[in-house]
C-alpha cells in the first residue's frame, strides 16, 4: 500500500533532520569546484536557451530543498550580485544553510523553513530555481514542477533533476529489500546503517544485489550518507525520459536542454560518428529531441541523474544556431569567454603559456567535459583580452595579427581572410564546448 503523501513527506523531513544534506564542510571552498560553478551559473543556461549573455546582478535565485547550503552557496558564488532564497523542509538543514552563506561573507541571502507546496504563499518570483537532487521524491513532478512555474518570472529558468529508474535500478531493489526488512518504518539513523553495513557485508561478493551495488565506500563514519542517500533513502523513485517530458507536458513547461547536455550525444556512442548506419543516420535528424534522449537512456544508461533545463513555453528568444552563421554575421559577432573562466589562475597561465610558446589546456581549469581541450599560444593570446572584456571578431583579428604579423611558412603578411577563418574555427569548437559564448 502506497504510504499516504503527508506521512512520507514527514518521513523525509525527519530524515534530513537528523542528516542533512550534503555533508560538505562549511569551509569547503566553491572555488576548487569549477563544473559545479559552471553548472550553477545562471549565463550557462541563459546562453543555451538565448543566445545571448546575461548579467547575474540583481536576478533573484531560488534554492528550493537547499539542505545543508552547499548549493546555494555555489550559486551565491557563480552568480555575482544575484540575491539567493532557499528553501527546505528541514529546521537543520536551514540552520546550516545560513551558517553556511554567512561564514562565507555572503550577506544577500537569506534561508526559510519552507516546502515547494508554500511557494505560493509569497509574492516571491524569480530569474531561476535551483531544485537539485528533490523532485524525484514528489509523487507528482508535473504539479511540484507546476508549482515552481508559478513563481517563475516568464523569462526565468528552473534547473532540475529526477533520478534515473533505468540507471539506479539496482538501489532501487536494495531500498526494496531493506523495506520488506522494516528499516525503512521509522527514521533510519545508526542501528538501521549498522544492519545494511552488517547485512551486505555477510552476502557472498558473488550475489548480484551486493555485487552491483556494494563497494567499501559505504563502510565507515563517511559511508553513513551514502547508505542513507542510497540504501535507505526515504520517497526516493525512479523515473525515465519519457516521464520527465510528461512533467513537462503536466506543467506546460519547455525542455531546454540536460545540464550536461555533451554526455547526452547519442552520435558518440557510435564508433564513427561521422559515418552512422544508414538508418540512424536518415532517422536522426527527423527524431524529437525526446525521442533522441530516449534512445540514448535505452542504449546507455549511465548517468544517476536525468538533469534538465526548462521554462515557460516560447520565450526563449529565437536565434540562428552558430553553425549555420553567415560571414556578415560573423562580423557582427561579439565573443565572450564564460565567466567562471574569468580567474586569476587563467590569466596567469594564458600569460605563461604565449610566453613559453606552448599551448593553454583550457580544460584544466574548467574540467567540463572529459576530453582534454587545448589552444595553441598565439590564440591564447586573443583570449587574454576577452579576460577583461567582450571583443569583437574583428578585434580579435587585429590582435592576432599583432602577434602573427607574418605567415610562419611564406614570409609574407598574415592574411587577413585567413585569420578570420582561424579564429572563427576555433571559436565554433569553443562554443560547442561550452567555454566561449558568442552574441551576434
Ligand atoms: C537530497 S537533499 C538535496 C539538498 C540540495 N538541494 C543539494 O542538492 O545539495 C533533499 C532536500 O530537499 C528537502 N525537501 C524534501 N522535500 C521537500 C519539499 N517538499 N519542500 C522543500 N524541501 C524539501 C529535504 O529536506 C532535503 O534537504
Redesign the pocket.
Known sequence: MAVPASEL?EK??QQ?DSA???RVSLDSNPQDFPNLLYIHNLVTAYYLRNQKVIDTKGKVILD????SG??SLLLAEANPGAKIIG????EE?VKLARQRLEFHGFDNAEFHIL???DLLKYDWEFDYINC???LY?FNDIGKALQVMKMVLKPEGIIRSNLHSSIQRFNYFRAQKVFKMMGLMDGNPEDLEMGIVVEIMNALKDKVNLKALTWNSNYEGEDGKQRILMNYLFQGDKGYTITDMFNGFRTANLEFISMVNWKEWNLTNLFKEPDNLPAFIGISLPESSIEEQLQLFELMHPVHRLLDFWCGHPNQGQSFVPVQEWSDADWEKVKVHLHPQLKTSDVREELIACIREIRPFVISEHLPIIEESVSIDSSMAFCLVSLLDEAQSMLSLVERWKQIRPLDPVTLEATDEEQAFYLLQQMFLRLESLGYVMLEA
Not at 528550493?64 to 539542505?67: S, T
Not at 528553501?87 to 528541514?90: E, R
Open positions: 513527506l523525509i523531513r534530513f542533512p544534506y550534503p528550493a530543498g537547499c539542505g552547499w548549493k528553501i527546505d523542509l528541514s538543514s516546502g515547494i507546496d537539485d537532487e528533490l521524491l
